[in-house]
């Protein structure tokens, strides 16, 4: 650490700048290659455990016949994977079934007694993967690797070697391009630090640094070459005082020199000489005295006070016998040596004064008085020669100049204060000379017009910051002002235009204020940037113009309300809608526009919104003016802020949708009247097809009737009748008939093959009277289903979904064979639904229809239509699938459009009514069809269990009748 200080800074930013590079690859290093051996152990555990799958799919088989051999051959194998260490097979009862050493008698690890309950684990160097060997199912044993992780070590090893070459190459790149780089920021400091030190060996004051760059250490350069400025000017100021003193100091001493030669000279003339001398120390005296001093004489042969003066004891307080050098090294704090021997030490210039390099002596110097008070006191002497001219002492003075120090100091605080307030002030400060020359240039003046100080002082404002085409205006100002004094703009906040540095003119707010200092005048500039506020202003007028264009041609009603719910504005067509019933709105509230029944419920609404904040979004209000015209509305209001984020009140918009729900009226009655006509015409397509059903049977029926009429009329029975009355004719001799006459012998035989032919006839007549007794109960069926379904309509029940697909099927059955169309039935297991049967069969009916009509109009030989039934998530799902005509894309998106068909007699609404109804029922119907000619399928999907809407809806809304509760639209 002591080496790091002792360093210089250009040292220093190599050394740092190595450091974190370092330090930053290092941890860079350390991430990845702990990524690295992460990813490389969870590879081997994937690899090891896929070779121990395999080993205990290869070793299953020798479990089940009990063959260890086969096991250890099986184990064997691992020989090829040099990194297995050992292997060992375990029988389902956890004894070892089977063993493989890469090494017989490597003794550095042991198999476990019984296969571990763990997957894999790392110990000892070495990965452990333990599995379960699984046949037909079972676990019939387990399988226990071990790994050895050398090719681990030998990458940790590859990454060490190549982390430490991009290392030492990164620091070698880093060491030169910071040798290369560090000259930016230690050159300019180590100007900076060797000025300071001229300055301070040669208290040379005029010694500036160059600045080179517009950054942190051009500002310091700045100050530093400020503060040379300001002890530059001071010194001068001191040095001019001083010189004024040693003047009057020099001119008395003279005096004195003079009637001391005299004295000499005049040896005769003592008694004349001594006169004259005391006085001239008279003289002397009372000059001294005027001038509030303290004289004394110093001999540098005895180092002690020939004379001072007794005044001393009231500068110092202490006596004049008590005024020695070491009593002066106890009270004198501070010593500033000034004049000729300025920047030198108290020593050193003491040293010169004897040599003689120096011929006076002047020091400024702080004391702690007898009682305590600290002082200065100017301390000024020339040399003072005996009689042969040899040096021997010095004449001095000492003069209390604590009053003036204080003086100074006071200069330079205010000073001080002055250019501190002027150099962090806001507003861009510049002071300019009579010939409006800049000497004056504080920080914000650097940052709005973007000259630094250094650039801009010395040059003419009118050549700088004035705009072009403002120059010739100011010059003719400026001459105005210094033949008359007069300038209309002095001391006035006017706005103008500025230039900056880079030519840009910006927008400006200025003050100028002259000061008079004797002759001269000096101008001070205070400017500031209003480009933002201009831009605010401009945004705002923007903004208010476009508030305006709302309020004035929204065809929406916008307001604007207190927190008691008065109109503080309102847009022009709330006003027109109110004109001849309010002419003016402002302070009105709902209660003078609408009756109770919308005006409270409107006010209870805004007063929640201004005490929770919670805006009211599109909700639908039923207006009734006071007149009793009634309309509806869309509502969103929102709570109304102040700048301080406070609610005062609210505003909002009322769109008027009366003509809306008008329409939404009418569509609604159309859309029963819709429903209302699509069951009728399903019912009469249900009639039709169940007419032509009853047809066929009908005919059924009457070939049955004709083919027993037919029998009946042809039958033997008329032999039975001619057989009696030959019987009866031989009455009498009935038994000589039947035995002797060769027709009554006969008889037996006839009989016989009588009653064969009419048993025939009776079978042929039970078979006939048979089927026409189906066929009536087939038309009793057929009837009954559809009484049944009439009377179900609008009724929810549980249905057993296979069978009113049957019932479909069966309605449309006639018309199915007729086109000689194959029905495909693919129903799984489905639950009982609880719906509307009869809208359910209408849609399946139609379906069915419309898939027979699309497989007729093909022409295909193979027409087919596939019935699939699937249930899944609460639903149940009906698919009708043909191979019929298909439906081009451009007609998918409008298949369920009322009026739309593709068929030459359609009409329309069968689709469209079927979508609705399935909406109705909680569900949906949609189609699918890869393109003409590729056949459809209509899906049809119902809930198991429909939601309560469902079931209300026409309890709800009467036919005819809009839904009149307000609602709030998402």
């Given at each position: ?221 700045d100050g530093f070459n400020e503060m040379l400025n300001q002890i530059q000017e001071r010194e001068a100021q001191l040095q001019k005082a001083r010189e004024v003193l040693e003047v009057r100091v020099t001119e008395r001493t003279m005096e004195l020199a003079e009637a001391i030669a005299a004295l000499q000279k005049e040896n005769l003339e003592r008694k004349q000489a001594e006169a004259a001398v005391r006085r001239t120390e008279e003289l002397y005296r009372r000059t ?68 003689g390099q120096l011929r006076n002596w002047r020091c400024d110097m702080r004391v702690v008085t007898r009682s305590g008070a600290t002082r200065w006191i100017s301390d000024a002497s020339v040399h003072n020669f005996d009689e042969a001219g040899q040096f021997i002492g010095s004449l001095g003075i000492l003069q209390d100049i604590t009053e003036r120090k204080q003086a100074e100091e006071t200069l330079r605080s205010q000073e001080e204060r002055t250019r501190l307030i ?255 006509a699509s069951r009728l015409a399903g019912m009469a397509e249900v009639a039709t097809n169940v007419l032509h059903n009853v047809g066929n049977v009908l005919n059924s029926i009457n070939v049955a009737v004709t083919l027993v009429d037919e029998r009946v009329r042809k039958s033997r029975v008329a032999d039975v009748r001619r057989l009696a009355r030959l019987l009866d004719e031989h009455a009498e001799d009935r038994a000589a008939f039947l035995t002797s006459d060769p ?228």
């Amino acid at each position: 650490m002591n080496f790091f200080r002792r360093a210089s800074i250009k040292r220093k930013q190599v050394l740092i700048s190595m450091t974190i590079t370092g330090v930053a690859l290092l941890l860079a290093c350390a991430g990845f290659t702990s990524y690295e051996v992460l990813t490389f152990r969870s590879a081997m555990v994937r690899k090891l455990s896929l070779l121990a799958e395999i080993i205990g799919d290869n070793t299953a088989s020798a479990l089940d016949f009990g063959d260890s051999k086969a096991a250890a051959e099986t184990l064997a194998a691992l020989k090829a994977e040099t990194h297995i260490v050992g292997a060992r097979v375990y029988a389902a009862d956890g004894r070892a079934f089977a063993t493989y050493r890469r090494a017989p008698n490597d003794a550095t690890f042991v198999f476990p007694a019984v296969p571990p309950s763990w997957d894999h684990a790392f110990r000892n160097s070495n990965l452990m993967i333990s599995r379960r060997i699984v046949s037909k199912g079972d676990a019939v044993g387990s399988l226990y690797l071990i790994s050895d992780v050398r090719e681990l070590y030998s990458r940790l090893g590859q990454y060490a070697v190549i982390i430490t070459a991009v290392l030492l190459l990164t620091l070698v790149v880093a060491l030169g391009l910071s040798e290369r780089l560090q000259h930016f920021i230690s050159e300019p400091i180590l100007r900076l630090a060797t000025a300071a030190k001229a300055v301070g060996q040669t208290e040379d004051y005029s010694i500036r640094v160059e600045k080179r760059n517009p950054d942190e250490i051009g500002v310091l350069i700045d100050g530093f070459n400020e503060m040379l400025n300001q002890i530059q000017e001071r010194e001068a100021q001191l040095q001019k005082a001083r010189e004024v003193l040693e003047v009057r100091v020099t001119e008395r001493t003279m005096e004195l020199a003079e009637a001391i030669a005299a004295l000499q000279k005049e040896n005769l003339e003592r008694k004349q000489a001594e006169a004259a001398v005391r006085r001239t120390e008279e003289l002397y005296r009372r000059t001294i005295s005027g001038a509030d001093a303290v004289p004394y004489a110093y001999d540098y042969r005895t180092k002690s006070y020939v004379f001072i003066d007794e005044r001393i004891e009231e500068l110092l307080g202490y006596t004049a016998k008590e005024i020695t050098p070491a009593l002066w090294n106890q009270i004198v704090e501070e010593s500033i040596m000034v004049g000729d021997s300025a920047g030198l030490d108290k020593q050193e210039a003491a040293r010169r004064v004897i040599s003689g390099q120096l011929r006076n002596w002047r020091c400024d110097m702080r004391v702690v008085t007898r009682s305590g008070a600290t002082r200065w006191i100017s301390d000024a002497s020339v040399h003072n020669f005996d009689e042969a001219g040899q040096f021997i002492g010095s004449l001095g003075i000492l003069q209390d100049i604590t009053e003036r120090k204080q003086a100074e100091e006071t200069l330079r605080s205010q000073e001080e204060r002055t250019r501190l307030i002027i150099d962090q002030a806001f507003d861009a400060v510049v002071m300019a000379d009579q010939d409006f020359r800049i000497i004056g240039w504080n920080r914000s003046a650097e940052r709005t017009l973007g000259w630094a100080a250094s650039e801009i002082l010395g040059a003419s404002m009118l050549e700088t910051i004035v705009p072009p085409a403002r120059r010739q205006k100011r010059r003719e100002d400026l001459q105005r002002f210094q033949a008359t004094g007069e300038w209309a703009d002095f001391n006035r906040l006017v706005q103008s235009t500025a230039m900056r540095h880079d030519g840009r003119e910006l927008p400006v707010e200025l003050t100028i204020t002259p000061v008079r200092v004797g002759d001269h005048c000096i101008f001070t500039l205070f400017l500031r940037d209003i480009t933002e506020r201009r831009q605010a202003e401009a945004a705002l007028a923007y903004e208010r113009h476009l508030l305006e264009t709302l309020m004035e041609h929204s065809v929406d009603c916008i307001y604007f309300k207190d927190r008691e719910s008065r109109f503080l504005r309102s847009s022009r067509s709330l006003r027109e809608r109110f004109a001849h019933g309010v002419p003016e709105l402002i302070g009105k509230t709902d209660f003078d526009l609408f009756g109770e029944e919308h005006a409270r419920p409107a006010f209870e609404n805004e007063q929640e919104i201004i005490r929770t904040g919670r805006p009211l979004i599109n909700k639908i209000e039923k207006e009734v003016a006071r007149d009793g015209h009634e309309s509806w509305a869309l509502t969103t209001k929102m709570p109304l802020l102040n700048q301080a984020g406070e609610i005062v009140g609210t505003f909002g918009i009322s769109k008027d949708i009366t003509a809306i729900k008008q329409a939404e009226a009418e569509l609604e009655h159309t859309h029963k009247e819709l429903v209302v006509a699509s069951r009728l015409a399903g019912m009469a397509e249900v009639a039709t097809n169940v007419l032509h059903n009853v047809g066929n049977v009908l005919n059924s029926i009457n070939v049955a009737v004709t083919l027993v009429d037919e029998r009946v009329r042809k039958s033997r029975v008329a032999d039975v009748r001619r057989l009696a009355r030959l019987l009866d004719e031989h009455a009498e001799d009935r038994a000589a008939f039947l035995t002797s006459d060769p027709r009554g012998q006969s008889v037996p035989d006839f009989i016989g093959r009588l009653a064969e032919k009419l048993d025939s006839e009776q079978v042929e007549m039970i078979e006939e009277l048979s089927s026409l007794r189906r066929n009536v109960e087939h038309v009793k069926e057929i009837i009954a289903m559809q009484q049944s379904y009439a009377r179900a309509a609008g009724v929810f029940e549980n249905i057993e979904v296979s069978a009113l697909l049957e019932d479909a099927l069966r309605m449309n059955a006639g018309s199915l064979e007729r086109h000689k169309v194959k029905v495909v039935r693919d129903f799984s297991e489905l639950p009982q639904i609880c719906t509307d049967k009869h809208k359910v069969l209408q849609i399946l009916v139609n379906l069915v229809r419309n898939a027979k009509y699309a497989c007729d109009k093909s022409g295909q030989t193979d027409k087919q239509m596939t019935l699939r039934a699937t249930s899944g998530e609460g639903r149940v799902r009906i698919a009708v699938i043909d191979n019929g005509v298909g439906i081009p894309r451009e007609n998918l998106s409008r298949i369920f459009n009322h009026g739309f068909t593709t068929r030459k007699n359609g009409h329309g609404f069968g689709l469209h009514s079927g979508a609705l109804a399935a909406r109705e029922l909680g569900g949906s119907l949609s189609a699918y069809s890869q393109g003409k000619g590729l056949g459809a399928k209509f899906t049809l999907e119902l809930p198991c269990q429909p939601a309560a809407s469902s079931q209300t809806l026409a309890a709800q809304d009467p036919p005819g009748e809009p839904v009149s509760t307000p609602q709030t639209l998402p």
